[in-house]
């Protein structure tokens, strides 16, 4: 079955979000109070690239496509944002994993089913939960599912996955009336990392998860009344910033109880560093939820605003800096108290500030302040006793537009 990877339907419990319903049911309630995703984002984009760009290879060399259709769909993925030989190295890596898969089931089992972009439905177990994969090998009592993952910031495993367990109890949902599947494989191809990884367990072991974890994990998910819990998955939730669960857990480390000598313990620096990595990247998602409301959303907190933040000066012409700079060397302009080598560094200009040291204040000004800028700092938000003036924001402006005759 092929479909298009951007517009993939999504359901209310997905398998790429098990992880975190399945710990902490009570996010989903938190969830639904978010607006959904208005769109992905650039990684999300460059992963759908990468997909469909491997499925016109595969689809093609297990004969699902012809080569009019696969030079057809092809001259298109070559046209796109995120296409590069680079991509096709990673892809082509992905591909030979899989063909070596398929070509190992086949050898036992002449007419194993081969499947791509296969909607695997798993709602006897997650209510209208279903999902795509990637690819789908089913033989003669083993079934696998592989799943092609184009990031390279976080390594993905395969052992423990609920997603790609997920996916394997959707397959085996979906074909053990044709097939006796008494083994279930779930890989995951992380090309980009060099990484391949594969779970195995029997079809007992995979339905009795199912059972005894999944089922009741799911209902409690849907029901509104699973508890909330902080851990390593609230960095996927929409509620992360402003959850008060996920805050109290994380303020626990300045709540630690310091005791004799003054000097913490080696136990004690131990088990903050434990906490700190969490609580750093909590604090990150406050500030940064913050920032997003206030900016573009004119929400205004209590002792803080909007304003510009630091920049740096840059110089809006190098070019004419080095012509100015060139022709002041020549005309011993203001005595030429530097050396010419000195206003470069290797194969390109100093930067400002070194600039200023080299030629002196007074002769930068006079020759370079005419291009030199300091661009707008990104916003920021501080407290109100800053003596920088507090921006509009982004909903202010627009507002202000509104109604009015601009043409």
């Not at 398998?15 to 710990?23: C, E, H, M, T, V």
């Not at 204040?361 to 916003?379: C, H, N, T, Y």
């Amino acid at each position: 079955m092929t479909q298009n990877h951007s517009s993939r339907a999504h359901a209310k419990l997905s398998a790429s979000g098990s992880k975190r319903w399945l710990a902490c049911p009570g996010s989903v309630g938190l969830e639904a109070l978010f607006p959904s995703d208005s769109g992905s984002s650039i990684f999300a984009a460059e992963g759908t690239a990468a997909h469909e760009l491997s499925e016109i290879h595969l689809a093609y060399l297990f004969n699902h496509i012809d080569k009019k259709e696969h030079t057809k769909r092809l001259k298109v993925a070559t046209k796109g944002q995120f296409y590069s030989q680079e991509m096709e190295d990673h892809v082509q890596t992905y591909i030979d994993v899989v063909v070596e898969r398929i070509n190992e089931a086949r050898a036992k089992t002449p007419d194993a089913t081969v499947l791509f972009e296969e909607r695997l439905d798993f709602s006897p177990w997650v209510p209208e939960g279903f999902g795509t994969g990637d690819v789908v090998i089913i033989a003669d009592g083993t079934l696998e599912v592989i799943d092609l993952k184009y990031g390279k910031g976080v390594p993905v495993s395969a052992e423990d996955n609920s997603q790609l367990r997920l996916y394997g109890l959707g397959a085996i949902n979906g074909f053990s009336f044709l097939y006796d599947v008494q083994n279930v494989r779930m890989t995951i191809v992380q090309p980009r990392l060099d990484s391949v990884s594969t779970e195995g367990m029997t079809a007992e072991e995979l339905l009795k998860w199912a059972d005894e974890v999944v089922k009741p994990g799911a209902e409690l998910a849907v029901s509104g009344k699973g508890e909330t819990k902080a851990g390593e998955h609230c960095k996927f939730c929409k509620a992360k910033a402003v959850c008060r669960v996920r805050a109290f857990a994380n303020l626990e480390l300045l709540a630690h109880e310091f005791k004799e000598p003054e000097l913490l313990s080696l136990e004690e620096l131990a088990e903050i560093r434990g906490k700190i990595d969490n609580l750093v990247s909590w604090a990150g998602d406050v500030k940064d939820y913050m920032l997003e409301q206030a900016e573009k959303h004119d929400v205004r907190y209590p002792g803080w605003k909007l304003v510009e933040g630091r920049s740096n000066r840059i110089y809006s012409d190098k070019d004419a800096v080095k012509f100015t700079l060139e022709q002041a060397i020549k005309q011993k302009h203001f005595g030429q108290h530097f050396k010419p080598d000195s206003i470069y560094k290797p194969q390109e200009l100093v930067g400002i500030t070194e600039m200023e040291k080299v030629v002196g204040k007074k002769m930068f000004g006079e020759l370079l302040s005419d291009l030199v800028i300091k661009p707008a700092g990104k916003p920021t938000l501080v407290e109100e006793a800053d003596k920088r003036p507090e921006l509009s924001s982004l909903a202010s402006i627009e507002s202000e537009f509104q109604g009015e005759d601009i043409g």
